[in-house]
């Protein structure tokens, strides 16, 4: 319940210092650990994933029957509640917190919030390596493995593990500097509608539900109304929210609901104006998250070991002729069709021999064959059967896919009759073209397979903060 104020002064453990030995401070931070022996009791305090500090009480002789009820008190704090705590800062005697300078002397413990005795599983637990726990089974101590689903379930407390915590703040970090690349490219942040009208990109793996007695369903991106804000010339946009896809594939890359980090932007010349673009957007991200967040960066890397992403000072591109000649000669894949879509084995072999010849884990696949992509998709001027379209690839996986956009309402009808797709739930779409459009394209990426594949996870789950997938729709 609420109180009164109290005008305390909490401190962050982070700026405690030897310069601050002998000052009384208040702190309030989750207890990590506590060991309670004889007259003394010992707490390791942690504020969010970077910070814990010692923190400790003894017996006092001028008043044996108060610091013994206060060691009985403290020595039944349980993991995890939240506490504040009042102390005199005094030179650290152990160093095995990141508060390596000074600890805590402490006065005066109030419980905040108190944790249940027994959690679902100890942090301590869900942090180690992977390869640390697989390696201790052969033990006579074997570590306890914290399997997916049980983390999942109690989530919040999933994220309270170091590592895992940093994820979230590496997603938010993605999120801030493909926002900062955009504006500083001349784009506008849009907000376009998740409730779409009868059935959003001709209706596979949609989520459909009713809208006051018409059918609707929950959008499969902002594709259309990108290109509808484009055609309201607001000349570049971009938006990131919710994308959702009834598809029922339990796999360790695919989420049923994500985020989309879209963009879409008028062309002047040619749609390689929009691939110059992502690649230093990209680019961006990917120095941006090394140079600013170093510090969630060792923690992650810690506990889920990866290299930083490789990539190229210019955009790498790969047309889709030689990357099935590259298939077929390098990587020993004879069977892969001419103008079928790739599989998920031979991308990733793509991305091996991509990076055996250019040294980049990422990279732009140009010119998909017109029949594997979106209707309204502008088809190659010299060839049909390929199209103006792209993909960009991390790691040999998929996290981006776009395109120059058919603009001619005439070539949209047929196209979209000739894709066997009802013309009547995107007449308004089409409609958007007749009052003229400029040639324009854009591109869609997903937030959480970006992240999932430039940490290195195995699971894209990892990477999100409550993830849908077919077998999970809570917490």
Known sequence: MSQSELHRDFHDLGKLSAADAGKVVWVRARIANVRAKGNSCFLVLRQGPFETVQACYFKDKSAPERSKAMLKFMGGLTCESVVDVQGTLQAAQVKSCSVTDVELSIQRVYVVSSAEAILPFQLED???????????????????????????????????????NCIMRIQSGVCQLFRESLYAEGFVEIHTPKLIGGESEGGAGVFKTDYFGRPACLAQSPQLYKQMAVSADLGRVFEIGPVF??????????????????????????????????????????EGLETRFAKELAIIREQYASDPVAFTDGPCIVHWPEAIRMLREEGGMPEVGELEDLTGAQELRLGELVKKRHGADFFILDKYPSAVRPFYTMPCPSDAAYSNSYDMFLRGQEICSG???????????????????PMEPLESYVNAFRHGVPPHGGAGIGLERVVFLYLGLDNVRKASMFPRDPNRCEP
């Open 403 to 421: 395109a120059q956009r058919i603009h001619d309402p005439d070539l949209l009808t047929r196209t979209i009759a000739a894709k066997g797709l």
């Open 126 to 164: 869900a942090g180690r390596p992977e390869v640390e726990v697989e390696a201790s089974q052969s033990t006579d101590r074997p570590f306890p493995r914290i399997g997916q689903e049980l983390r999942l379930d109690n989530r919040w407390l999933d994220l309270r593990v170091p590592a895992n």
């Open 245 to 286: 896809r009834a598809e029922n594939s339990n796999t360790r890359r695919h989420l049923c609901e994500f985020t989309g980090l879209d963009l879409e932007m008028t062309l002047d010349e040619h749609y390689n104006e929009v691939l110059a673009i992502a690649h230093r957007m990209f680019k961006h991200i990917f």
